[in-house]
């Protein structure tokens, strides 16, 4: 069974920065992505990192805000969220594809594997 266990979450003031971690009981990830969504509306795209690291991408709305990284081995994929605003207030999920593809996957359909959510919220 895959499970993924996401940390980090929290309260913060407008322009300052939170870090989400996303680990895998036991073992390293594979593919994984950063989706949200916030209340009312549809779950998102965040940021996504292939299974080596090599390739990374972003949604528009957090590019250059936030940055999606990982370490070598058992070591979580974190989430490093800078210059937060409040409409990046949203419950955030982390979620894995067990592929070593070469490109990191934007689509919530690549990832079959999902954590439980962490909220996020930034008071303006």
């Known amino acids: 069974q895959v499970q993924l266990v996401e940390s980090g979450g929290g309260l913060a003031q407008a322009g300052e920065s939170l870090t989400l971690s996303c680990a895998a009981s036991g073992r390293s990830t594979y593919g994984v992505a950063w989706f949200r969504q916030a209340p009312g509306k549809e779950r998102e795209f965040v940021a996504a990192i292939n299974w080596n690291g090599r390739s990374t991408t972003y949604s528009d709305s957090v590019k250059g805000r936030f940055k999606i990284s990982r370490g070598t081995g058992d070591t979580p994929v974190y989430l490093e969220m800078g210059r937060l605003k409040a409409e990046d207030t949203a419950v955030y999920y982390c979620?894995?594809?067990?592929?070593?593809?070469?490109?990191?996957?934007?689509?919530?359909?690549?990832?079959?594997?999902w954590g439980q959510g962490t909220q996020v919220t930034v008071s303006s």
């Open positions: 979620a894995e594809n067990l592929r070593a593809l070469i490109e990191a996957k934007t689509s919530s359909n690549e990832y079959p594997y």
